[in-house]
Structure formats: structure tokens, C-alpha cells
């Protein structure tokens, strides 16, 4: 197998650190930050707090032919306390405007188990008590999405 | 709904690379660190390593009203070998000391299944064989905890 | 207890921005990467994205006598879509070379649950669609492992 990928190195920029007040919606708190601060290329480096309710979008099944449509995806709501244990991701540009893209994993508590869920953090994952994200911006690297052929979506570095 | 949030900016610091030695609780040993190290406000990059035992929190039910106590909480223990996934947190200064908060992702295997569990980082998990942990000093940003009238608890920027 | 540690502290470096192609393998993409970088010491700040399938390793037993061999090991293979929730770990040096190591989290749909597995990143973790991968350079510190008399595995700062 031939491995490829497309790489830009840059520098360490600002670091952010946010608390994200109870009642907000956390991508959505998120997203109004960067676009506040005018972040256009950065990587969170930490996400911690609890959510009342959430909702996250997992794939549920690869196409024969690209692009990955919402046919493939599963949207999933949850009533309850999720502590968040993670958050992944990174800020990007698209069409001149910064979007945020993250993965969260979140755990729960039912009687004496604790369950885990994921997936990619979308609308509706809103925060009970506090959240805490700490964002760090990337110097001298565009970090611009644009259409790529071979996976027919947005892409980094096309 | 709008999305409200604190935020300030500083830059980075020193990054220190830490192997935890068998048999160390990972929480005091981090605690430790931050103590020696004269650490006062930080993120953690990175955890991964392997645990005998681990004692986790989590929230099991939202209080009508603020704060959040004991009450809402679930301590669960586990004693096997535990995969560490993720670690995420940052180190915040409270009434003059240095404070490691985290949540971490562990797995576990049972018969031919992966389990994985997960929650807010509490002392009695416990290092086997190693553990490394990457955390980033902040520069020029003040984490100071104080007590925040909404959630009737400690909280950053407030 | 006492929590014991070994500690080395450093600076940021080059932040190294990676989207990881259709079909590669994660891990071995990883690995050609900082090869082909000349990354000697580095942090994982971020990975996200989607496997198609995966491979992950698991302690299921503890030794009674270091070191921890296959034996206490379980390698177990899935063949779904996978999201990729976190990716934590570090590149070192052994005998010469740059090394990843890596945990990951990944989810997965079952029907209308999500289910959530994990474990240290080994080779067959194949990418589909894409995945993004952040790495931070650390800057003065040397990263390599060597021999350790207590795990008789090679660790940091031996």
C-alpha cells in the first residue's frame, strides 16, 4: 500500500482558552468564538465540562462511490449528564468564512455502569454548569478547505 | 439561545514531557508535577500509558439548582488493565495553588470486546508499567478559579 | 504512595498539519510522516476523521514479572465505519529512528446506539474518505527510549 498525504507545517500562535457558560450549545459557542476572534487555521487542544443533553453524527455506512452523504449518516440524541472526555479537531477556512470541525467523546452514567458514546460534534450538544476549551491558532499555515475531486467534499490542502 | 462564553489569550510556554513510573497514582503524580514545577496555568497535550486499577466520576443527574454536588455524582472502581486513551484538562490556580482538573478515556478488554470507560480524572488510578503525559505551560494568561455566583461553584474568568 | 516521575521539559516547534489520503493506513502514514519530516520529538495535538476498518491492541492481563508481553496482549480487527474521536500520544527516538506511538478512539453505529472502542494504534486502521492529524515539534528536549531495568521495556528518559 502507498500511504499519501498532503502536509503544511506553521508555528504555535495564540492560545485561547474559553469558558463556555450552562445553556449554550457548545459547537455553537465555538464557532461564534472563532468567527469573534478571527481565528482562521487552528487545533483544539483540550475540551473538558458536562453537557445536559447532546446530539452527535456517527457514519453508519461507506458509499460504493464517493461523496459520503447524509444516507450513510446517523444523527442520535441523548437526554442525560455526558461528561465530555474529549474534544478533537480544528479550525479551518472555507468560502472566507472559519468553521470549526470536532470529534467528542462523552460518558454517562446508567445505575453502576458507565457508558461511552461519539462521534462528530454537530448543533444541540448543549452545556450544564460549564465547559472549558482551550484552542490554539497556527501561524504561517493556510489552512483552506476546497472541492477535491477524488473524495467529491471539501478538503484540506487540494 | 445565545451562546455565552469567557475567554482570554495568552501564549505558549515551556512543554513538559513527564513518564510516570509504575505504581504511581496518576492524578497525585500530576499534582505533584505542577506542584514542583511551580506550574500555574497549563493544558495537557497528550496522556496515554496503562493503569492496574482506576476509580472514576461521573455525573449521574442535574440538580434543579446550582451547585452541583456529591448527590449528582457516581465513584466506580475498576481492577484490571486499562488502556489510556485520552487525557484531556488544564491546570488552574485556586486559592494559591496549583490545580490539575482532567477527564480521561480508558479501555479494557473482555473475552473478544473492547470496553471503554471514562470521566472525571479522581485519585486511585493507578500506573502500571508507565504512563506519559505532555503538558503545555501558558504564558501571559492568569487561570485563577473563583467562585462564580450562577454555578454556585469555582470557575474560571469569572 | 509515593508518586515518582521522570521529567524533561522543552519548547514548541513546527506544527505540522496532515490530512491523510483514502485508503492509507493510519499508523503507517503516521510513521512516513515524521520519517520523512525529521520529526526526532513530538506531540499529537489532534486526529480526527474516518476508518473504514481497524485494528487495535489491548492489555488483557497483567504479568506477575515485567515485561508486559503478547501474551497479556489482545489484537482485535473490526470491519465497519469507524470514527476517529482522539488520537493521543508522542514520537521518540529508538536505536536511531523516529517512532509513533498512539491511542486512539474510534466510534462505531449499531441500529440506534453508538458504540465506542479504543486502544494503541497498530497497523491496519485503514482511512476512508480522510483523516487530519496535528502534530506539534518539541524543541530542545531529547525524546528517545532506552532500556529500563524495572518494565525491561524501553521508556523515556531511562
Request: aromatic residues 6%; glycine residues 10%.
Amino acid at each position: 500500500m502507498t500511504n499519501k498525504y498532503e502536509l503544511r507545517s506553521g508555528g504555535t500562535g495564540r492560545v485561547m482558552v474559553a469558558r463556555l457558560k450552562s445553556g449554550s450549545d457548545l459547537l455553537g459557542a465555538l464557532q461564534e468564538m472563532v468567527e469573534d476572534e478571527g481565528v482562521e487555521a487552528g487545533v483544539i487542544l483540550s475540551g473538558v465540562g458536562l453537557l445536559g443533553e447532546a446530539r452527535l453524527r456517527n457514519c453508519k455506512s461507506l458509499p460504493e462511490e464517493f461523496p459520503i452523504t447524509d444516507e450513510n449518516r446517523t444523527y442520535l440524541s441523548f437526554s442525560r449528564p455526558l461528561e465530555v472526555l474529549s474534544m478533537s479537531g480544528n479550525v479551518y477556512m472555507a468560502e472566507g468564512s472559519p468553521l470549526v470541525h470536532a470529534h467528542v467523546t462523552l460518558s454517562y452514567v446508567e445505575g453502576d455502569e458507565i457508558g461511552v458514546v461519539g462521534g462528530h460534534l454537530i448543533e444541540e450538544c448543549i452545556v450544564f454548569g460549564f465547559a472549558e476549551v482551550i484552542l490554539m491558532e497556527l501561524d504561517n499555515i493556510k489552512m483552506e478547505k476546497r472541492f477535491d475531486e477524488e473524495t467529491r467534499t471539501l478538503q484540506l490542502f487540494v
